[in-house]
């Protein structure tokens, strides 16, 4: 096993154990990016260069992160950083906590900002941040623990006249809200954006034929690469990179012809099912359904189709779940929804159910 992959299942020892426990606990996914990005600002604004913020984000990735992110994203947060000068220390500035929407901006400017002048963007109350091939919501809890810090280094006026002197801006509750709440309203743009849209300029191809995989944007009917881009207001990507040259999948087609050997029909179906669920595209306003007996392949099936959209991008409610107050809300998000046994009995709940289902394939 790899040294890196090794750490990564045990875990660190020693000192670093040591470090991990005493700061509570290791962070999950949702909250690896955010918090890199904060630990990438204080090196730089040591002085550190991209090579030693790398050095330094690599060690913490494998020691604190479950799972940890990909080497190439950890990289590109060092590099990104290295554009901000030392100088540009938050200990130098000097805010005005009359004026949060003025904070807002600059914490903006110099936490989240892209080459292309987007990074972080308010879409329907909800704050998301750029993550190299799309956007993911960003917690208020995990923005309060950048916006503390942030504030905790500027300094404010205080006094009259010739006693005027520069003290700690020491933010509180109240401050650090205040800047929250104007981050989100200069965030946001003319129109609040509703994943997927494109945010500036024209796009390559229709939103609907784009799927954002880890080597850029693919054009779904020409099978063309673009870039990855910032104005691309989407919440989804797999977790793959695209290869046209990859060979035929020898094992599933063999599974799937064990499942059904004189039923190409089924196969092929089962295959437009897998290509709807990689796009935004419910135009059709379908639910899909697998119906058979006990071990006939359809727990692989969906555990294959959880693994293409990445496990994050999938949920798993049930259907009394889906009756229940909040009942669409794991639904928020997310590429796919995977009823894994569906018991209806003849409960009231019948009617809320179907109709919480309609609306759902209703789009």
Not at 238 to 246: G, H, K, V, Y
Not at 285 to 302: E, S, T, Y
Not at 324 to 351: C, E, H, M, T, V
Request: overall charge neutral; aromatic content about 8%; glycine content about 10%.
């Amino acid at each position: 096993m790899p040294a890196w992959l090794l750490s990564a299942v045990s875990g660190p020892s020693g000192p670093d154990k040591a470090n991990a426990s005493s700061e509570g606990q290791f962070i999950g996914e949702g909250q690896r990016h955010t918090k890199l990005v904060s630990y990438a600002g204080t090196m730089r604004r040591c002085g550190m260069n991209a090579g030693e913020i790398a050095a330094g984000l690599h060690r913490i990735n494998i020691g604190r992160f479950v799972p940890p992110l990909e080497a190439d994203e950890v990289d590109a947060i060092a590099h990104s950083v290295e554009r901000y000068s030392p100088a540009s220390d938050a200990a130098s500035l000097t805010l005005d906590p009359r004026d949060p929407f003025s904070i807002a901006k600059l914490f903006r400017t110099s936490q989240y900002q892209t080459p292309d002048g987007m990074g972080l963007w308010c879409s329907h109350g909800a704050l998301y941040g750029w993550r190299l091939t799309h956007y993911e919501e960003v917690p208020d809890e995990d923005m309060r623990a950048v916006v503390y810090p942030f504030l905790a280094g500027a300094k404010r006026l205080v006094g009259e006249g010739a006693k005027q002197r520069l003290v700690s801006f020491g933010p509180d509750r109240k401050k650090v809200g205040d800047v929250m709440e104007a981050l989100k309203a200069c965030a946001t743009p003319s129109v609040s954006p509703t994943a997927p849209a494109w945010l500036e300029g024209e796009p390559p191809a229709p939103i609907a034929e784009l799927l954002s995989v880890k080597n850029g944007l693919l054009h779904l009917k020409s099978r063309t690469l673009h870039p990855h881009t910032p104005a691309f207001f989407n919440t989804f990507a797999l977790p793959w990179s695209f290869d046209a040259a990859a060979a035929a999948p020898a094992r599933w087609l063999g599974f799937l012809r064990e499942l059904w050997p004189r039923d190409d029909e089924a196969i092929s179906t089962l295959q437009e099912v897998f290509g709807y669920l990689l796009t935004s595209d419910t135009r059709q306003q379908r639910i899909f359904m697998l119906v058979g007996p006990k071990r006939a392949g359809k727990g692989v099936i969906a555990r294959v189709l959880t693994a293409l959209l990445g496990g994050v991008n999938v949920c798993a409610p049930t259907l009394s779940g889906l009756a229940s107050n909040f009942g669409l809300a794991p639904l928020i998000g997310k590429q796919a929804a995977i009823i894994a046994d569906a018991r209806l009995g003849s409960g009231p709940d019948q009617a809320t159910i179907a109709e919480r289902l309609l609306s759902i394939s209703g789009e």
